[in-house]
Nanobody
Framework: QVQLVESGGGLVQAGGSLRLSCTTS????????AGWFRQAPGTEREFVAA????????YYADSVKGRFTISRDNAANTVYLQMNSLKPEDTAVYYC??????????????WGQGTQVTVSS
C-alpha cells in the first residue's frame, strides 16, 4: 500500500510561486510513476504533470507548460511540483497520484488527500 501525503499549498498572489511536495509512508516511492492533478470547484479532476520512475521523463498539461516543473528525489521519497508565474485559474485542490505500471491518469491507483492552492488576482 502506498500512502501519499501532499504539502505546500496555500494562498499566493498572481505571479507568485509555490512548491508542492508529495511524500509517502510505508513503501518506497522510487519505483512508482508519479503525477500531479488538480480539481477546481465544479470541474473534473485534470492532469497537471507526471514523471516516470525509471528514466525521469516528464509530461505537462499545455496550461502549465513553461511555468510548472515536476521533479523527484528518490532518496527523500518525495515528488515535487514547482509552480511559478501562478495565475488565478491555477486555483484548485492539487492531488498527488502514483502508479506502479503506467504514468498516472485520473484512474491512478494511489492518491493523496489533496492540498489547496489559491491564487489571488
Amino acid at each position: 500500500q502506498v500512502q501519499l501525503v501532499e504539502s505546500g499549498g496555500g494562498l499566493v498572489q498572481a505571479g507568485g510561486s509555490l512548491r508542492l511536495s508529495c511524500t509517502t509512508s510505508g513503501r518506497t516511492f522510487s519505483r512508482y510513476h508519479a503525477g500531479w492533478f488538480r480539481q477546481a470547484p465544479g470541474t473534473e479532476r485534470e492532469f497537471v504533470a507526471a514523471i516516470t520512475w525509471n528514466d525521469g521523463n516528464t509530461y505537462y498539461a499545455d496550461s502549465v507548460k513553461g511555468r510548472f516543473t515536476i521533479s523527484r528525489d528518490n532518496a527523500a521519497n518525495t515528488v515535487y511540483l514547482q509552480m511559478n508565474s501562478l495565475k488565478p485559474e491555477d486555483t484548485a485542490v492539487y492531488y498527488c497520484a502514483a502508479d506502479r505500471v503506467v504514468v498516472p491518469t485520473t484512474h491512478a491507483v494511489y492518491w493523496g488527500q489533496g492540498t489547496q492552492v489559491t491564487v489571488s488576482s
